[in-house]
């Protein structure tokens, strides 16, 4: 019988943890417990990391893992690295369930930046209100423009104060719709935005918001990942479920499904 690990955290993970429990198959989804209070799911949870490739590895041998699904988020790159690594020394199946990134359209003022680093030297200048929609992990490095007021919306209440001289937190859960961005946007009186380029549509509201508003934002693009089998949908998955079963591993080397 399969046993099948889901590296969560997503919209899309919680779509085929969904899928996997209606088919009766036996799956966990393990989340990175950076968020207090995740979803209720229909199949198995484990929160918390695994220690590094090494603890990947023994995680899979010793909970008997037959296929792994990394549905984490597009820039999980560190996770999504560990688990190329750990598949291989395994000889397990991988896939990648994937979304496709956001493309700039007619009316959108984009200005791409490669990194987060690069985001932050973009915000040189005078003060301004800010938009941070990049979760509470990366704020402080945004103290090193303290000119600006910070609106930050969070999926939870920060335990500590986030480190920047005048900021607004706002505690809310995706997805979002264009209505309720653009009256977010005006509320608060927002000049620019940063967000990455996480793809999907759970929170794509924020750019056509940005696009009505004609405000710009800052992109961070992803960050590279390893070589891997990826999907876009979850009937892929399934699919890739029943062919994987008897496939050799060698081939989530591949692109493509």
Not at 190 to 215: F, M, P, Q, Y
Request: charged share 20%; hydrophobic share 45%.
């Amino acid at each position: 019988m399969r046993n099948v690990l889901v590296l969560g955290g997503t919209l899309e993970a919680s779509a085929l943890a969904r899928a996997l429990a209606e088919r009766g198959e036996r799956a966990v989804l393990s989340y990175a417990g950076r968020v207090a209070q995740p979803k209720a799911q229909p199949i198995a949870v484990r929160v918390g990391g695994f220690g590094g490739v090494n603890g990947l590895v023994r995680h899979l041998r010793e909970e008997q893992v037959t296929h792994v699904v990394d549905a984490t988020h597009p820039f999980a790159a560190r996770m999504s690295a560990n688990a190329v690594a750990a598949c291989a020394e395994c000889g397990l199946p991988l896939l990648a369930l994937t979304r496709p990134g956001w493309q700039a359209g007619p009316g959108d003022r984009w200005q791409p930046v490669p990194d987060l680093p690069a985001a932050v030297a973009a915000l040189k200048g005078p003060p301004r209100r800010v938009m941070l929609a990049l979760g509470r992990m990366h704020l402080s490095a945004f103290a090193a423009q303290p000119q600006h007021h910070y609106i930050l919306r969070l999926v939870d209440l920060p335990e500590l104060r986030p480190p920047l001289p005048q900021h607004t937190v706002i505690v809310s859960r995706g997805p979002f719709d264009l209505e309720g961005d653009i009256a977010l946007l005006r509320a608060q009186r927002v000049d620019i935005l940063v967000c990455k380029n996480a793809g999907g549509t759970g929170a794509e509201a924020k750019l056509h918001a940005a696009r009505e508003l004609e405000l710009p934002i800052v992109m961070v693009a992803r960050p590279p990942l390893p070589a891997r089998q990826e999907a876009t949908r979850v009937a892929e998955v399934l699919l890739w479920l029943e062919a994987a079963h008897h496939a050799p591993a060698s081939r989530g080397a591949e692109r493509g499904v």
